[in-house]
Every structure is written in C-alpha cells, then in structure tokens.
C-alpha cells in the first residue's frame, strides 16, 4: 500500500515540473507573474510614453515652427563654423593638407574675378636660397596669368631683398572707351592684349616704417581686335591717332623708383596710423621713341579707430603720364585710369582713361569676429588731360561694401558689391598664397 502510494505521487509531481519549465521559458513571462514566488531581481521594462497631439494641434503648431526654422538654421551654422575653424582647426588642416612635412614645398588656392581660379605652387630655398613660386590662373573668355618669381629676402644674395619675376598675361577683353572723363557707354569697343615681362626690384634694408624700391623690366606688349563678338573692336573704331600704340608689338624698358611710409598699429587690418607711396617711373620703347614716357603716382591712408576696432580710413591719390618725346604721345593702354579692383570698383576695369586721375576714398571697417571684418566704402574720381583741368563738377562715384577674412601678411579673403551709376560689380579675391 506504502508503495503504490509512493508510485502515484512521483507520477504526478513529474507534469508539475514540465508546467513550470514551460511557464518559465515563454517570452515575457516570470515566475512572479504566473504565482510562483521567485528570488530573481529583475524587472519588466516598458516604452516611454509619447505625449498624444492631434492633428489640429499640429497644423496650428506649423506657423511657429515655420518662423523658428530661420533662427534655427543660423544658430545651427554659426555653432558648426566655430566648431569646425576654432575646434576641428579646419584651417590648419587645410593648411597642412597642400604642405609637406618638411613646410618647405606646397600648394595654394587662388581666385579672382579678375583672372579666374588658379593655383600657386612654392618652394622655399630653392635656387641660391631664394624662395621660388609659380602661380597659374585661367578665366572666362581665355584670360590667363603665368607668374615666376624668385625672392630673396632678408640678405640672402644682396643686402636687402632681391626679387625676379617673369610673367605671361593674356587679356582677349579689355574695354576702351576712348579718352576723357565724359566717354559715354555707348564708345564702348574692345581689344586683345598680351604681356610678356621680366621684371627685377630690388629693395634695400628698411629703417622703422621707411623703405624703397628700385626696378627695371624689359617688357614686350601686343594689341589686336578683341573677342566678345558682341561690341565693335577698337581697332575698327578709332585710330593710331585717336589710341596710339594700338593693332602693333612694342617692347618697352622701363625703370621705377618708390618708396613707402607704413606707420600703422596692425599690419592686414589697421586701426590706427598712416600708409603713404609715391613712384616715378620712365618707359623707353624700343620700336617707336615717340611712345616714350614718364609716369608718377602718389597715394595715402589715414587710419582712425572710432571705438571698439570700429576703424575709418581716408584715402586719396593721384597718378600722371608725361609724354618724353616731341611728339607728345601716350600709349592708350599706358594711360592713367579708374575704374576695376583698385579704384572706383563700382566702373568696369580701366573705364575712364586719360594723363591724369585723382581720386578719394572713404571706407568704414568693422569687426565682426575674430578676422573677419566688414566694410562699407565709398569713393569718387575723376580723369584730367592737364593739372588746369582739375575742377569739382564732373567727378565719377561708387559706393559699396562687403567682408574680408584677413592675415597679417595680407587678405585671404575679400568679397565686394560696388555699385555706380552706370553698374554693379561683384569682387571676389581669395589668396591662400601667403
């Protein structure tokens, strides 16, 4: 009896034991939640609940999203440009990426709206331990600028610092209007020109911001009907009276003196102090002695901080061509002009020609954060045939702005919307060349 007892309760206890491993094993279930006491710790996890809108809550929410989505996008920009430059040192590596280990040998980005994109290539040390660079840019409509150069500073081969360069330039549309400071849009023709220059300057030890420069260059010129196809070219216009020098090759040697004042607080970006420069120059021809001709220009700035790096600069010039021979000619694409990336950018390049221009400038420069700065300019000039001409009616104005990005050595950086009675031009340089 004892034994059949015993048989019956092992019989029973073993579907017990099969109930509560499979009650055990399913998915999401414990011992606690089938009744069974447990020791085990661990407990259930659910999703977070999302709060419920509907659909009319948001289609109301979409005009506020709408309005925040601006100040969203600009506080978003603002944040990742400071953590790329300042964290990520994006400029560094930049920087690093176009040198080699050695930060004897690179390459460097250019561009301008002048001569179009281009690169600079470098190697210090190079020949007689001057520091040598090549630099070529291709523009719109073939323009093109191949520059050598062959520096050496600090004493290396003279006293002083010695520089060579030689460059190939080709211009297929340049714009003449003829001469005087009433040509009207209408005069508008065009021309080809190429340059060829070999150039040596010497500039011997400065003392404090005191220094000069002495250069002499054999240059070979030529001229041609322009390309645009849509203005008439110049040389179906006007004459070798009208523009002398026009349609044929010259060679010229030209010889210059120059000498600069720079007494200012923060080279690239002054906010007190002073730039002056004054050049004579004589250009000899070789084929005609009656192109021969003297040049002079003189230019200074004045630098005055308002408050806060919040700088206005004054700015005024002048520049001359005297004709050397009997003959009193002027080649026509030697004259003094206004107009382009120099002075009066609100003009095309070189718009209004004549012996001599003055001009002045105004310009407010302020910071915007750490070198970047902006500005807002404005400039007038006008051209003269003689000094009696100078008068105070007649005179060409632009006005404009823009922002820079800055080094000590230069401006790495300018963009510029200059606007004039007769346009607006955008001026866009980027030199990574220092």
Not at 134 to 157: I, N
Not at 234 to 245: I, K, L, R
Request: with cysteine.
């Amino acid at each position: 009896m004892n034994q059949a007892m015993l048989n019956l309760r092992n019989f029973l206890r073993k579907p017990m034991v099969l109930v509560l491993g499979c009650l055990m094993m399913a998915p999401g279930l414990s011992l606690a939640q089938s009744g069974v006491a447990s020791d085990s710790t661990s407990a259930t996890t659910y999703p977070e609940r999302v709060p419920y809108r509907s659909r009319t809550e948001s289609l109301l929410a979409v005009p506020g999203l709408v309005l925040y989505l601006p100040f969203k996008g600009v506080f978003f920009v603002a944040e990742q440009s400071a953590n790329a430059i300042w964290e990520k040192r994006v400029l560094d590596r930049f920087n690093s990426w176009f040198t080699t280990r050695d930060g004897r040998t690179g390459i460097r980005v250019l561009a301008s709206t002048t001569s179009g994109p281009g690169i600079r290539l470098f190697r210090n040390r190079a020949l007689l331990e001057g520091d040598a660079s090549f630099t070529t840019q291709y523009g719109v409509k073939f323009r093109q600028d191949q520059l050598l150069s062959l520096d050496w500073p600090d004493g290396r081969l003279v006293p002083g610092n010695l520089t060579f360069t030689g460059q190939f330039r080709t211009r297929t549309v340049e714009k003449y209007y003829g001469i005087g400071n009433a040509t009207p849009v209408s005069a508008i023709t065009d021309y080809l020109q190429e340059d060829g220059i070999v150039q040596f300057v010497y500039r011997p030890p400065g003392r404090g911001g005191l220094s000069g420069a002495l250069d002499i260059s054999y240059h070979t010129l030529y001229t041609e009907g322009g390309q645009d196809g849509t203005v008439p070219n110049t040389d179906t216009v006007f004459s070798q009276v009208q523009a002398p020098g026009l349609g044929n090759r010259a060679h010229f040697l030209r010889f210059g003196a120059s000498t600069q004042l720079n007494y200012v607080d923060v080279p690239g970006s002054p906010t007190r102090g002073s730039l002056t420069g004054v050049r004579v120059g004589y250009s000899h021809t070789l084929d005609n002695e009656a192109l021969n001709y003297l040049s002079l220009s003189a230019v200074t700035e004045h630098f005055t901080e308002l408050f806060a790096g919040r700088t206005i600069s004054l700015k005024a010039g002048t520049d001359w061509r005297v004709a050397s021979s009997g003959s009193n000619q002027i080649p026509f694409y030697g004259l003094a002009s206004i107009g382009g990336e120099q002075v009066l950018l609100g003009y095309e390049r070189s718009r209004f020609r004549d012996r001599g221009v003055v001009h002045a400038a105004v310009t407010y420069r302020f910071p915007i954060w750490f070198y970047w700065d902006g500005l807002i300019f404005y400039e007038r000039g006008r051209t003269l045939h003689q000094p009696s001409d100078f008068t105070f009616s007649g005179w060409k104005d632009s006005i404009g702005g823009g922002f820079r990005l800055w080094t000590r050595e230069g401006a790495l950086l300018n963009f510029l919307v200059a606007r004039s009675s007769q346009q607006i031009r955008i001026i866009f340089n980027f030199n990574s060349g220092f």
